[in-house]
């Protein structure tokens, strides 16, 4: 199976800041098949990007998404307070799909 | 609005059963894949199981595989999985969470708030 791991493990930002998440898979992801999800504990996880840079339905300008291949990014131009949360990317390239370990953005 | 709300987690002993519901609505029901995917204490998500649109196809992780069954009850609009032979690393939040088409095969672009299931004697 297709191993993601994300880095840094912690991220330590202010609002207003920029925040660069990165995920490597162990192999090549067909399609760029990589999206990415927001998870606040006790809550829901929602999609923020699917397909590697497509942005899901009602999600803010300020979360992009890039990279093919085996290295992926996630990009959050400028953070607001509602954004610290944990991130996980996932491939859906190969089954079975696989996420990542997280990466948490803290104030 | 899409809504999906699951049920019946609990505490079981090890060695254990139980049975989880997803219950769906504001979409039709019968054309989506449906899955589920746990969140263990201090680990990250881990996909657990998913169904097609119609119930012929069935995927499941290596470490439930034998021990878990997925179903699903269209006249219902409820996605089922029951869980046997329970262990203490089966512990975790439960979401269940819709794939955009009629395979388990894609991202998750609608998911619960999920059920907690925990395993201690």
């Known amino acids: 199976e297709i191993v993601l791991t994300q880095s840094p493990g912690t991220l330590s930002l202010s609002p207003g800041e920029r925040a660069t998440l990165s995920c490597r898979a162990s192999?090549?992801?067909?399609?760029?098949?990589l999206a990415w999800y927001q998870h606040k504990l006790g809550q829901a996880p929602r999609v923020l990007i699917y397909r590697a840079s497509d942005r899901a339905t009602g999600i803010p300008d300020r979360f992009s998404g890039s990279g093919s291949g085996t290295d992926f990014t996630l990009t959050i131009s400028r953070l607001e307070p509602e954004d610290f949360a944990v991130y996980y990317c996932?491939?859906?390239?190969?089954?079975?799909?696989?996420f990542g370990q997280g990466t948490k953005v803290e104030i | 609005e899409v809504q999906l709300v699951e049920s019946g987690g609990g505490l079981e002993q090890p060695g254990g059963s139980l049975r989880l519901s997803c219950a769906a609505s504001g979409f039709t029901f019968n054309i989506y894949a449906i899955n589920w995917v746990r969140h263990a204490p201090g680990r990250g998500l881990e996909w657990v199981s998913g169904?097609?649109?119609?119930?012929?196809?069935?995927y499941y992780a290596d470490s439930v595989k034998g021990r878990f069954t997925i179903s699903r009850d269209n006249s219902r609009d409820t996605v089922y999985l029951q869980l046997n032979s329970l262990r203490a690393e089966d512990t975790a939040v439960y979401f269940c969470?819709?794939?955009?088409?009629?395979?388990?095969?894609?991202?998750?672009?609608?998911w619960g708030q999920g059920t907690l299931v925990t395993v201690s004697s």
């Open positions: 969470a819709r794939d955009p088409g009629a395979l388990p095969v894609a991202h998750f672009d609608y």
């Open positions: 192999q090549s992801v067909s399609y760029n098949y």
């Open positions: 996932q491939q859906y390239g190969e089954l079975p799909r696989t």
């Open positions: 169904i097609s649109s119609s119930g012929a196809t069935k």
